[in-house]
T-cell receptor, first 115, second 111 residues
């Protein structure tokens, strides 16, 4: 079974530029998550989708971050404009559904460096 | 505010010994607690889930305890091997499968 795919794996941009990350979850998984992991810290949930709807985006900085999952499968996370403090690994995860016992499977992440 | 603390200092142990990692939390009443392993350059991988009404859970060489009175979970790896070297993350989980992670503890097992 293929895992969660993410691209690109690495991205370097200047501050104030925009950037987008792509995620393809495990086939059949209804729930998709985006996390931000700053170096030396644990992942922090940014947004959770159930199919193509947003369940929770309370920790998403909506002035600069946006995310969508239009067809309930792939998802994109965008930052516009980027700030230095956005340098982090952006992890995508998926689970079969939103039950607490549904295991979350993580992709390899996209490492973003903002100069 | 909610806080989850794991020892930020790396834990160095000798091969064959038992590694014990700690996860403490405050201002939180989780129904479930999970442990993940993360290797450099990779996403976290789920290891174990323990419910609030379970005191202990085991999986092969792994053992997790969950004390809701002390607000603490302990994660043990028995007969540790160099291949167990990684960062271990605890995560608290309430409704809707939304996880709140601790900062992780790096484990180094020396041969």
């Amino acid at each position: 079974e293929a895992g969660v795919a993410q691209s690109p794996r690495y991205k370097i941009i200047e501050k104030r530029q925009s950037v987008a990350f792509w995620c393809n979850p495990i086939s059949g998984h209804a729930t998709l998550y985006w996390y931000q992991q700053i170096l030396g810290q644990g992942p922090k949930l940014l947004i959770q989708f159930q199919n193509n709807g947003v369940v929770d985006d309370s920790q998403l900085p909506k002035d600069r971050f946006s995310a969508e999952r239009l067809k309930g499968v792939d998802s994109t996370l965008k930052i516009q404009p980027a700030k230095l403090e956005d340098s982090a690994v952006y992890l995508c995860a998926s689970s079969l559904d939103r039950r607490i016992t549904d295991t979350q499977y993580f992709g390899p992440g996209t490492r973003l460096t903002v100069l | 505010s909610q806080k989850i603390e794991q020892n930020s200092e790396a834990l160095n142990i000798q091969e064959g010994k038992t590694a014990t990692l700690t996860c403490n939390y405050t201002n939180y009443s989780p129904a479930y607690l999970q442990w993940y392993r993360q290797d450099p350059g990779r996403g976290p991988v789920f290891l174990l889930l323990i419910r609030e009404n379970e005191k202990e859970k085991r999986k092969e060489r792994l053992k997790v305890t969950f004390d809701t009175t002390l607000k603490q979970s302990l994660f043990h790896i028995t007969a540790s091997q160099p291949a167990d070297s990684a960062t271990y993350l605890c995560a608290l989980n309430n409704a809707g499968n939304m996880l709140t992670f601790g900062g992780g503890t790096r484990l180094m097992v020396k041969p």
